[in-house]
């Protein structure tokens, strides 16, 4: 089943405090390079590269329709669609590797946190966060 951006904007309040609250963390530093681990719509990428003081932001997706809501025109940011597994195989080092509500998404993370963490420049940071599953549904 597709990503639909207009049921994902239903849900934006729900959204905007858990990253806000993990993005608090971030050392702010210039010339940071940030990766955004399944961006969704954007719109919270974008908010991330205007936080940060001179950074250059890429938002991946492996929604086509999520990716079609992203910001246009904005001179560091940008987004590409592809899978977060897709991403990991490539050799790019970042500062800043940020993943908001998406690695729930992707199974065997004994071996997904340890290649997501190869991806980190030396004192990169890494700020993730995963929402729990409902435990009724599992009972």
């Known amino acids: 089943m597709p990503w639909d951006p207009n049921k994902y904007n239903e ?3 729900e959204r905007y405090k858990p990253f806000f609250d993990l993005i608090s963390h971030l050392q702010d530093k210039p010339n940071l390079q940030v990766i ?4 969704g719509t954007g ?17 991946i ?5 999520m990716l079609t809501k992203a910001p246009a025109g904005i001179s560091n940011l940008s987004f590409q669609e592809i899978t977060i597994e897709q991403q990991l195989l490539e050799s790019t080092k970042w ?3 940020v993943a ?6 992707i199974d065997n993370h004994e071996l997904l ?4 963490i190869k991806l980190l420049n030396p004192n990169g940071q890494l700020a993730i966060q995963m929402p729990f599953p409902d435990r009724k549904h599992f009972e």
Do not use: H, M, R, Y
């Open 36 to 39: 955004d681990l399944g961006c």
């Open 11 to 13: 849900f934006k309040k």
């Open 100 to 105: 908001n509500a998406s690695l729930q998404w």
């Open 43 to 59: 719109e919270l990428t974008q908010i991330l590269a205007e936080q940060l003081t001179g950074v250059t932001v890429l938002g």
């Open 61 to 65: 997706d492996n929604s086509a329709s």
């Open 113 to 116: 946190f340890p290649q997501i």
């Open 95 to 97: 500062d800043i590797i």
